[in-house]
């Protein structure tokens, strides 16, 4: 099947379910609210905007010797650093730091980088389980979903749908819908889970350059034990993660919360230096940094596609976007959703497999108007479109013009000529005037839901020849 | 409305770009639109080779198919008029896409000094022409929608509200997610058809709850889409370019 029939049936399915998309309606609505109601000043926002953009923007044209200032002061910090160039690399990397502790189990904290490597099935195919304690995560790997949006991994399901889940997978917990008790419930189970593993893993917010600090930004708590309780901590993130400075995280992390979920701050906001000192009672023996790459520096590489790498992870695109809206996260097919899923997934993974993702746009300019770093979303995705129909193959992009089809090339040439000689298209409106009641009513998927435009009698450029309107 | 913006003075004459969709589906819109900016005393200038802004072809990826339309539309208007565009969306093809096309090409600079000259029409009529519209028409209610372009890629949303609460008897009703786009998005309705006609059909509710007489827009593809899809489910108000919405209710046949 190819990526667009792909696409299109998961749509279906994803149209198709109501329940599904009252979830997602409900939902992006009270989100865009609440960030709405978090920034009441609307030119502070817009400053505020305009600040993150900049350190991002210069984080990233620094990015080559940030990363080694990064490494160093990691290092010197006693934090070990892995540097992947693949996904199969990082997957190496963290089977092997495992293998050397003899370790099995791990306990995981929320990371898209880990979904991006689909680590979870690559260490359990070597035999080691990895439990997701964020909450959302957990309730979707109980079920053996992938998230559906970044920030909220279990969106699409309902609180019912939760409440059954937990009776069929944990058939000793009393059934109960009620949201505190299922929290709480899975909060016991985890417990016992964060007291047995062996390593912890976690995502990185931001990683700070100048000290070889990693932020780490949670609501549940289940990150810091994620970092803390196991012996040895491994965080994975994207080379682009990085920031020159402690003094750029508050306005990031300001722009962070407050687009993401309307939080002014969050419950946790960790900031790991180092693994456990001397004396202190409490911390990972280790802590390793795996710095992925996959195709980041491909991106880098591109003065335009470049600002896709802008990105903190806030999902306020995905939660403007009206057509993530109507869809779901899991009808896109990459583990990043929505707009930013839209432009970076098809650049990381190739345009031949995702790049369908860049035309299921209406190009409206909601997530770019959402935006807290200002990415221009729009311009990127159609900066793919034109990257995957093009003829002469001279850029970077992966999968570049694998979408060209003879057929579709030919029409828009027809059209261009069309539109370029005005005698041409002259003749060929009044013909479409003259025979307009000759043209079909129905124009195949349009005239399923909407009545078919009639051709007016006259056009436009007769009217305003007749109204005595000079042409020049 | 943005107050950073700069506008000249009241030209003699403009140039008038009709739009494809308008010249084919809706050519009272665009007679209604050059007919307003003529009662003001300015005249419009229809050059007689003009086209379409070429923006379907752009949007689609196909830029080189997309460049000869565009030269031949820079042709059509040599003089320094100002080029009057009644429609967000290609407005913000002729103002904004084109520099972006032609950025790295000879003819940028060319490109360049004719997007400046672009205008929207409500801008145009609210900023230059200053317009100041007397209502000859019965007491209705109407809902907007302001097209995606409109609102966010030319900022003209507020021009057109402003133009609409110009009139004494028309009462402007609010829908809910009213800057939620329509899902028409040009070649999206065709590429994406399932996902258009689930936004198409909640964008048509939620203006059918106004309890509106009239659905008003700035954009003829806005309207084709959630238009055809009210007439198709049998509700809803009738449709309406605004540019013919305020030349009916301004215009006394008689004079």
């Known amino acids: 099947m190819t990526q667009k029939a792909e696409f299109d049936q998961r749509v279906k399915q994803a149209l198709d379910n109501p329940q599904l998309r009252r979830n997602f309606r409900v939902t992006m609505d009270g989100l865009m609210e609440k960030r709405d109601k978090a920034f009441p000043d609307k030119a502070f926002l817009e400053e505020l905007r305009t600040i993150g953009a900049n350190i991002r923007a210069n984080a990233l044209a620094r990015q080559p010797e940030l990363l080694e200032q990064l490494e160093a002061n990691c290092t010197r910090n006693g934090i070990q650093v892995h540097w992947a160039e693949t996904i199969e690399q990082a997957n190496r990397i963290v089977l092997d730091i495992m293998e050397r502790h003899h370790a099995t189990r791990m306990i995981k904290g929320k990371s898209m980088v880990s979904e991006e490597m689909q680590m979870n099935h690559f260490l359990e195919a070597k035999g080691k389980s990895c439990v997701e304690s964020d909450l959302g995560e957990y309730i979707i790997q109980l079920d053996n979903e992938a998230p559906s949006h970044i920030i909220a991994p279990a969106i699409h399901k309902s609180k019912q749908e939760v409440a059954r889940l937990f009776k069929a997978k944990h058939p000793d917990i009393p059934y109960s819908e009620d949201i505190d008790t299922l929290t709480r419930s899975a909060r016991q189970i985890l417990r016992r889970k964060f007291h047995d593993a062996e390593i912890g893993l976690s995502g990185v917010n931001f990683a700070v350059a100048e000290t070889g600090t990693l932020c780490l930004v949670e609501n549940e708590g289940n990150g810091r034990l994620c970092t803390t309780v196991p012996p040895v901590h491994i965080a994975v993130t994207g080379i682009e993660k990085v920031v020159e400075k402690l003094a750029d995280v508050p306005p990031l992390l300001k722009l962070l919360t407050r687009s993401a979920t309307g939080q002014h701050i969050t419950t946790y906001f960790n900031m790991i230096s180092s693994p456990r000192k001397p004396g202190e009672r409490d911390g990972p023996k280790e802590v390793h940094l795996v710095l992925l790459d996959n195709q980041r520096s491909r991106i880098y590489g591109d003065s335009e596609l470049f600002d896709s790498l802008r990105c903190i992870r806030c999902g306020a695109c995905m939660n403007h976007c009206p057509v993530y809206t109507r869809i779901g996260g899991h009808a896109y097919g990459p583990p990043i959703p929505g707009p930013i899923g839209s432009v970076i997934e098809p650049q990381k993974f190739g345009l031949e497999n995702f790049g369908v993702l860049a035309t299921a746009s209406t190009l409206c300019g909601a997530c770019g108007e959402a935006c807290p770093v200002r990415i221009p979303l729009p311009k990127l995705l159609h900066r793919l479109r034109y990257e995957q129909v093009r003829e002469d193959r001279t850029g970077a992009t992966i999968g570049q013009g694998s979408q060209r089809s003879g057929k579709e090339a030919l029409i828009w040439k027809l059209w261009s000529w069309i539109h370029a000689t005005p005698l041409v298209y002259r003749s060929a409106t009044r013909l479409a005037s003259l025979f307009r009641n000759r043209i079909p009513n129905r124009i195949g998927p349009w005239s399923q839901v909407r009545t078919t435009p009639r051709i007016a009698p006259k056009s436009l450029h007769q009217l305003a020849r007749e109204e005595g309107f000079k042409h020049e | ?255």
């Open chain 2, 1 to 255: 409305m943005s107050l950073t913006k700069q506008y000249p003075g009241k030209p003699e004459k403009v140039y008038f770009f009709g739009t494809c969709l308008i010249d084919l589906l809706y050519p009272q819109a665009g007679l209604a639109g050059m007919q307003l900016i003529r009662r003001e005393g300015v005249q419009v200038i229809f050059p007689q080779d003009q086209t379409c802004c070429g923006q379907p072809a752009w949007n689609a990826g196909y830029r080189e198919q997309a460049e000869a339309v565009v030269l031949n539309q820079i042709r059509c208007f040599p003089e320094e008029y100002p080029v009057v565009v009644p429609s967000g969306s290609c407005a913000g093809m002729l103002r904004n896409q084109y520099p972006e096309l032609f950025r790295d090409k000879p003819e940028a600079q060319q490109v360049e000094r004719f997007s400046k000259r672009i205008f929207e029409l409500t801008e145009f009529l609210v900023h230059v022409l200053k317009i100041e519209l007397k209502d000859l028409g019965q007491p209705t209610k109407v809902a907007l929608h302001a097209s995606c372009s409109a609102r966010r890629e030319m900022d003209v949303a507020g021009e057109h509200e402003a133009l609409l609460q110009q009139l004494e008897n028309v009462q402007l009703v609010e829908q809910v997610r009213k800057a939620e786009c329509c899902g028409f998005g040009g070649t999206f309705a065709v590429k994406h058809p399932d996902i258009s006609a689930a936004m198409v059909a909640d964008k048509a509710q939620a203006i059918t709850d106004t309890g509106a007489d009239q659905l008003v827009s700035g954009d003829c593809g806005c309207l084709m889409n959630i238009t055809g899809h009210m007439e198709h489910q049998g509700v809803g108000p009738k449709g309406q370019h605004i540019a013919s919405f305020l030349w009916e209710r301004t215009h006394d046949p008689k004079s």
